[in-house]
Nanobody, 115 residues
Framework: VQLQASGGGLVQAGGSLELSCAAS????????MAWYRQAPGKQRELVAS???????DYADSVEGRFTISRDNSKRTVYLQMNNLKPEDTAVYYC??????????WGRGTLVTVSS
C-alpha cells in the first residue's frame, strides 16, 4: 500500500494550493482519510479528516480556509487550502486508518507560505 501526496509548493500569503493524496492497493472506501502537518520544531498535528461516510472535521486553525474531500472512485483525498498564512508552512502528510485495519502514512509534501 502506498499513499502518494502531491501538490505542495511555495505560495504567497493569501494564496491557495490543493494537495492530493492517491492511494494504491487499498480498499479506499473502508478507510478514514486525513491530512496532518508538521512544522519545523513542532509536533505533527491533525489538520482535517474525512470519514468513510464523508463526515469532515477540521482543526480550529484551518476551519473556514481549508476543505478536505475524497473521491473513492479515484482512491484520492484532497485538501483545498485557501487564504494561506505563513503559519501554515509545514510538511503535509496524508493518513489512512480504519477500524481493525492498519494505519498508513504518506511521505509528505512541503508547503511553504511566504509573507
Amino acid at each position: 500500500v502506498q499513499l502518494q501526496a502531491s501538490g505542495g509548493g511555495l505560495v504567497q500569503a493569501g494564496g491557495s494550493l490543493e494537495l492530493s493524496c492517491a492511494a494504491s492497493e487499498l480498499n479506499f472506501g473502508d478507510y478514514t482519510m486525513a491530512w496532518y502537518r508538521q512544522a519545523p520544531g513542532k509536533q505533527r498535528e491533525l489538520v482535517a479528516s474525512v470519514s468513510r461516510g464523508g463526515t469532515t472535521d477540521y482543526a480550529d486553525s484551518v476551519e473556514g480556509r481549508f476543505t478536505i474531500s475524497r473521491d473513492n472512485s479515484k482512491r484520492t483525498v484532497y485538501l483545498q487550502m485557501n487564504n494561506l498564512k505563513p503559519e501554515d508552512t509545514a510538511v503535509y502528510y496524508c493518513k489512512a486508518w480504519g477500524t481493525f485495519r492498519p494505519v498508513y502514512w504518506g511521505r509528505g509534501t512541503l508547503v511553504t507560505v511566504s509573507s
